[in-house]
């Protein structure tokens, strides 16, 4: 089993090499969604090492946590971490999106290891989770489903079909993070089609909410530690992230959700997030 | 093939969907690995026989199809069997994209029943006739897709669905129909059954009009028209070898379907026909129209597909044979 790692200096140091082979992985590609990737990568760090209970050398092993990933085109953060917490070499990350990869441009279950579910049309993702948890809970075992949705993709009625069901099934082993980034491909959120109130809407569902900064490590991790305390009903993690988070020219900007940085903007991202690691590393934690 | 004793005298009349809901309740007892789903239909479906033995494995989403095939691949990838059941315009129509991705795409083993389909819906109008949904699932990779043509085929077909690892289809009918074939009669998923040999013209059914058609070759044959019944229960993958049999003994094909035409069993007959350059072929079933309200009877004979209908296309058709 993957050893978990609690010291939060050591996971920005991950979460910021994340950042970087994802920059990496998209010039290379010279295709995908490079926002929402980069601001997904202190959530990911959490989750692959420290949150869930699995194994990189086993990645079948029956008692896994499972982490369904439903906005899959953020796909680079998930394989960047992937391949990071050991279950591919980190070389085939430059494979993104070619021809013959295991890395597809929206994953594909049974190519590349670790990935629990094909994904890419959004709001079909909770739905997958909410069936895992359903056979956790009859089998009475003890992993739990880790689900990772968009805030866009809450547009999908699907979404609200499984929300539905969670809470019928007061599916306390299912914790949901919602990436709030608010946007979307064609602007912001609120102006393409409002979403909010979702705390109050989720609350209304049945679930249990919990509003967390997505790129605060501690708070991410601490929120699915009280989502496992939470018995009967299912956990709703909005965590609030900057799109692009620490890429200065890419964060809060709606025009880099859909696109791969040129050879120059891979330069400039790459030598941001190396004075950011220097920072990290001054740190006295 | 094994079939019952006086073909024309059936003593049995019972909706497909019946054999299919039994079925559901022979795979709960054998293994605890199996699930069932319903959106809101349990009843019409027949998986509340399922629901009635086997609670904990049954799960009632609500009239939610979208999220029945997903919940349904979440459980699948869990390793376990899974059932899906609902009216088919409603899944796979409503949730085509879930079951294209969900499903086929993850490769899961989740199998889908649809209760009513056809014309055969019958009084519930044109919105309820699922007349597309073979087109829509034999195009999907992955998928096998199934139409069974009685109670006792249905069984069968839903047992060889949970064996095979691949998601299938099964289409059934929610009308009472006669039960003509029996325990005995062979079912190989991919492999057609020949119910009647003939020289004259091969006549392709599933579903309902198979029975249907065999009673339109003995009408046939009274007009010296030896016209040979196969029974295309499995529609993907096709039966190419029983289709180029029997292509190049009658050299004439006849499809018979409660389907459109377009996209359907005939439409995966012809692909086969044309790139063997075959024989000539007529496609029958619904020519590309919403059609109505109506009983089972009076719609099959309205559009041509009860034994009379069938015997009036099939003449029709002899007049394209070389």
């Known amino acids: 089993m993957m050893k978990k790692i609690s010291n939060i200096k050591k996971l920005n140091l991950i979460a910021n090499t994340i950042r970087q082979d994802v920059v990496k992985m998209l010039h290379e590609a010279k295709s995908g969604h490079s926002a929402g990737a980069i601001g997904l990568a202190d959530i990911y760090t959490a989750l692959y090492f420290n949150v869930l209970y699995h194994d990189p050398k086993n990645p079948d092993w029956p008692d896994r946590d499972r982490h369904v990933l439903s906005n899959g085109h953020v796909c680079p953060v998930l394989y960047a971490t992937l391949a990071n917490a050991g279950y591919f070499p980190k070389e085939e990350l430059m494979t993104l999106r070619k021809p013959g990869s295991r890395l597809q441009g929206h994953p594909h279950r049974g190519s590349l290891p670790g990935i629990e579910n094909s994904s890419g049309p959004l709001g079909q993702g909770l739905s997958i989770a909410v069936g895992m948890a359903l056979v956790s809970r009859a089998e009475r075992k003890k992993w739990r489903v880790y689900c990772m949705v968009s805030d866009g993709e809450q547009q999908e009625g699907q979404v609200w079909e499984a929300a539905m069901l969670a809470a019928k099934h007061k599916l306390g082993n299912l914790t949901v993070i919602m990436d709030r980034n608010n946007i979307q491909i064609d602007g912001y959120t609120e102006e393409v089609m409002p979403i909010e109130p979702l705390a109050d809407k989720y609350r209304a569902f049945g679930w249990h909410v919990i509003d967390v900064d997505g790129h605060n490590i501690k708070q991410i991790i601490d929120a699915c530690n009280e989502s496992r305390a939470v018995y009967e009903r299912p956990t709703m993690i909005i965590a609030h992230t900057i799109p692009g988070k620490a890429v200065s020219f890419m964060e809060q900007r709606f025009e880099w959700h859909g696109k791969p940085p040129s050879k120059k903007d891979m330069e400039e991202a790459l030598e941001e997030l190396q004075n950011v690691r220097k920072l990290i590393e001054e740190e006295d934690i | ?322």
Not at chain 2, 114 to 121: E, I, K, M, N
Not at chain 2, 191 to 218: C, M, Q, T, W
Request: net charge negative.
């Open chain 2, 1 to 322: 093939m094994k079939l019952i004793k006086n073909l024309f005298e059936p003593e049995l009349l019972k909706p497909s969907r019946d054999g299919f809901g039994k079925a559901l309740v022979e795979l709960g007892e054998k293994s605890e690995d199996f699930w069932v789903l319903t959106a809101d239909v349990s009843e019409s479906t027949r998986t509340h026989w399922f629901a009635e033995q086997f609670p904990k494995m049954f799960v009632q989403v609500g009239v939610a199809e979208q999220n029945l095939a997903g919940v349904a691949a979440g459980i699948a990838s869990c390793g376990k069997t899974v059932f899906i059941s609902a009216y088919g315009v409603f899944s796979p129509g409503r949730n085509w994209d879930q079951v294209r991705v969900s499903i086929c795409y993850n490769n899961v083993n989740v199998n889908l029943h649809a209760s009513h389909t056809g014309l055969t819906v019958g009084p519930d109008g044109a919105s309820h006739q699922a007349l597309e949904d073979i087109s829509i699932t034999r195009c999907l990779p992955n998928m096998i897709v199934m139409s069974p043509c009685d109670m006792e085929e249905a069984k069968k077909a839903a047992h060889a669905a949970a064996e095979n690892i691949l998601p299938c289809y099964i289409r059934t009918s929610r009308e009472k129909t006669p039960v003509f074939t029996t325990p005995e009669t062979p079912f190989e998923i991919g492999k057609a059954n020949v119910y009647r040999d003939g020289k004259d013209v091969a006549i392709f059914a599933h579903g309902v009009p198979v029975y249907e058609s065999l009673k339109a070759a003995e009408k046939l044959k009274e007009k010296g028209i030896d016209a040979a019944v196969i029974d295309c229960h499995t529609i993907k993958p096709i039966d190419e070898k029983t289709i180029l049999k029997y292509g190049k003994q009658c050299g004439l094909i006849v499809t018979v379907e409660e389907h459109q035409v377009n996209g359907g069993m005939g439409s995966a007959v012809a692909e086969v026909v044309a790139e063997n350059n075959l024989c000539p072929m007529k496609i029958h079933g619904v020519y590309d129209k919403f059609c109505e309200s109506g009983s089972a009877k009076e719609l099959l004979h309205k559009y041509l597909l009860d034994a009379e209908g069938i015997e009036k296309v099939v003449e029709d058709s002899m007049k394209m044979k070389k």
